[in-house]
């Protein structure tokens, strides 16, 4: 049976859902949330350690600036009101991507991280204003910055995800199989599922079938 230690999720198809239900791309994404909550509980379930969630790309902000603002009030709203829970919850909050965000949002992401940087029951790691081949760049920068040799150790030493492993399972909801600029180097090796559902319709059963699947894959790495 192969360990599962971290899974990371592509959580597409809010807006669509938005429209097909509700007549609102922005009520897609409140909807969405509610689908984070049930996740993050089931991988504490299934003890999962880590779990990456692509909540907003450095290509989102090509979308309407009155969807990009409700974004981040749903993300205020989510820090304030949540984070007494994920406090006793044991529950461990880390942001990747680059923080080029309102004062107000730096201080909440950094407040979360601080209130939750001890706990050891699951990291939740949230990719926000995230982009893979950014990511890369940056790392390559600091490399020369410091005069190091380029390789895959420097390499993943300088990623968001440095102290993170790498993800065993990716899923992606929404019926869209690409990987969106996500996670590039940390996926190399990941099983990748693709769901047909969106995001908002995503529940416990779909995603004990992906971990069940997951767990009868052989993986060989390379090998034979």
Same mark, same amino acid.
Do not use: C, D, H
């Given at each position: 049976m192969n360990p599962l230690n971290h899974v990371a999720i592509i959580m597409d198809?809010?807006?669509?859902?938005?429209?097909?239900?509700r007549k609102s791309r922005n009520e897609g994404h409140k909807e969405g949330i509610?689908?984070?909550?049930?996740i993050i509980k089931d991988s504490i379930k299934h003890k999962i350690?880590?779990?990456?969630?692509?909540?907003?790309?450095?290509?989102?902000?090509?979308?309407?600036?009155k969807e990009i603002n409700y974004l981040y009030k749903l993300?205020?709203?989510?820090?304030?009101?949540?984070?007494?829970?994920?406090?006793?919850? #044991? &529950?461990? @909050? =880390?942001?990747?991507?680059d923080r080029n965000f309102s004062i107000k %949002? /730096?201080?909440?992401?950094?407040?979360?991280?601080?209130?939750?940087?001890?706990?050891?029951?699951?990291?939740? #790691? &949230?990719? @926000? =204003?995230?982009?893979?081949?950014?990511?890369?760049?940056?790392? %390559? /920068?600091?490399?020369?910055k410091?005069?190091?040799r380029i390789n895959e150790k420097n390499i993943e030493k300088f990623l968001y995800t440095f102290d993170v492993p790498n993800p065993d399972i990716l899923i992606r909801t929404g019926n869209k199989k690409r990987l969106s600029n996500f996670l590039l180097?940390?996926?190399?090796?990941?099983?990748?599922?693709?769901?047909?559902?969106?995001?908002p319709d995503f529940n416990s059963k779909d995603f004990k079938k992906i971990l069940n699947m997951y767990k009868k894959i052989k993986r060989n790495f390379g090998g034979i």
């Open positions: 198809g809010n807006g669509r859902w938005g429209i097909k239900n509610k689908t984070v909550e049930l350690k880590y779990l990456t969630l692509f909540a907003f790309s450095t290509e989102n902000w090509k979308r309407p600036t993300l205020e709203r989510f820090l304030v009101t949540k984070i007494k829970i994920f406090e006793k919850n #044991n &529950i461990r @909050l =880390n942001f990747i991507g %949002i /730096k201080n909440l992401l950094k407040s979360a991280e601080k209130r939750t940087s001890k706990n050891t029951l699951i990291q939740v #790691n &949230i990719a @926000l =204003n995230y982009g893979a081949k950014q990511e890369i760049i940056n790392s %390559i /920068k600091k490399i020369f410091m005069k190091k180097w940390q996926l190399a090796y990941t099983e990748i599922f693709f769901e047909k559902k969106l995001w």
